[in-house]
């Protein structure tokens, strides 16, 4: 059975940095497509970052330059390094795997075949 487990939100003021985590099991670490993804009161779901076991990046054009996402294949987890964290960040941070080997585009906007709960990021002034 997949499992994805998201960890490392919290509270951090504007500017600040967290990094999220996302481990994995139930899977051979290996043509994958994971990724976060977050959600905001009244807000529809958005795609912040995605990695493919080839190593190829994505990143939601509001995130570009302040997110980094890595894995870490001995480990089977998968990272998102958030920096000067903006009000706007703030959302339930969710990570996803899919294994299909559709685009990131695609997985991202259709819908990744399995999910894990979320973990809640707030951002303050």
């Not at 290996?30 to 080839?54: H, L, M």
Request: hydrophobic share 30%; charged share 15%.
């Amino acid at each position: 059975e997949v499992q994805l487990q998201a960890c490392g939100g919290g509270l951090v003021q504007a500017g600040g940095s967290l990094r999220l985590s996302c481990a994995t099991s139930g899977f051979t670490f290996d043509g994958y497509t994971i990724g976060w993804f977050r959600q905001a009161p009244g807000k529809q779901r958005e795609g912040v970052a995605g990695i493919t076991s080839d190593g190829d990046r994505y990143y939601g054009e509001s995130v570009r330059g302040r997110f980094t996402i890595s894995s870490d294949n001995a480990k089977k987890t998968v990272y998102l390094q958030m920096n000067n964290l903006k009000l706007e960040d703030t959302a339930v941070y969710y990570c996803a795997a899919d294994f299909t080997g559709s685009t990131w585009y695609y997985v991202s906007h259709a819908g990744m075949q399995h999910w894990g709960q979320g973990t809640q990021v707030t951002v303050s002034s």
